[in-house]
Nanobody
Framework: QVQLVESGGGSVQAGGSLRLSCAAS????????MAWFRQAPGKEREGVAA????????TYADSIEGRFTISEDNAKNTVFLQMNGLKPDDTAMYYCAAKSRSGWPLIAGEYNYWGQGTQVTVSS
């Protein structure tokens, strides 16, 4: 089992920045990908960014438009999501996820493990 704990959410004005963190524990050696997803009320869960664990190869959703950066600190088993230029449409619950399978890095159904989520609210 892998446990994931997110932190770093909050409320910001449009144009602001936030940095989310996700600490992994447990059988982390089984992780192949880690990712960030988000879900706004009434909408489906959306893949935002993913990274090949210990390979530092990122994948981003088109909707991010270059504003977010995913990174990892392998020594601390932590993945980060730096979010710049935030927009009201970015308002959602953000979830960290991990999986052991390869491929399809932004598909929620591919992920084995999920954190509890951290709320991001962007006001105009």
């Amino acid at each position: 089992q892998v446990q994931l704990v997110e932190s770093g959410g909050g409320s910001v004005q449009a144009g602001g920045s936030l940095r989310l963190s996700c600490a992994a524990s447990g059988y982390t050696r089984t992780i192949n990908y880690m990712a960030w997803f988000r879900q706004a009320p009434g909408k489906e869960r959306e893949g935002v960014a993913a990274i090949l664990w210990r390979g530092a190869l990122p994948t981003y959703a088109d909707s991010i438009e270059g504003r977010f950066t995913i990174s990892e600190d392998n020594a601390k088993n932590t993945v980060f999501l730096q979010m710049n230029g935030l927009k009201p449409d970015d308002t959602a619950m953000y979830y960290c996820a991990a999986k052991s399978r390869s491929g399809w890095p932004l598909i929620a159904g591919e992920y084995n493990y999920w954190g509890q989520g951290t709320q991001v609210t962007v006001s105009s």
